[in-house]
Nanobody, 127 residues
């Protein structure tokens, strides 16, 4: 089975930075080396939303540009096939949410495209 464990969340002020990490334990899952790993977040009362994903080959994709876009502020990277990080800069109060790491063979933007999920880590940004 696969277990994903996030770390790095916390309470910060607006404008600060945080670095989230996700480590995977992959007992008996030989194909995990080809899985994509991504990040989602869920704020109270809102649906879980896609932030970014990185594929096993090193490609990446981010949430579509919009008023609340993370593009340009968040950066995803993969240290090896079992570890993914999310660097978050210029944090805003609206970034407050529980942040989840996810892994799946497809690596799209939908929640149902991911097979494994971490327990989440809280990020709170004060104004």
């Amino acid at each position: 089975q696969v277990q994903l464990v996030e770390s790095g969340g916390g309470l910060v002020q607006a404008g600060d930075s945080l670095r989230l990490s996700c480590a995977a334990s992959t007992h008996g899952i030989g194909t995990f080396s080809t899985y994509s790993m991504g990040w989602f977040r869920q704020a109270p009362g809102k649906e879980r939303e896609f932030l970014a994903v990185t594929t096993w080959s090193g490609g990446s994709r981010y949430r579509a540009a919009s008023a609340d876009s993370v593009r340009g502020r968040f950066s995803i990277s993969r240290d090896n096939f079992k570890t993914v990080t999310l660097q978050m800069n210029s944090l805003k109060p609206e970034d407050t949410a529980v942040y989840y790491c996810a892994a799946g063979p497809i690596g799209g933007t939908g929640v149902n495209e991911y097979e494994f999920w971490g327990q989440g880590t809280q990020v709170t940004v004060s104004s």
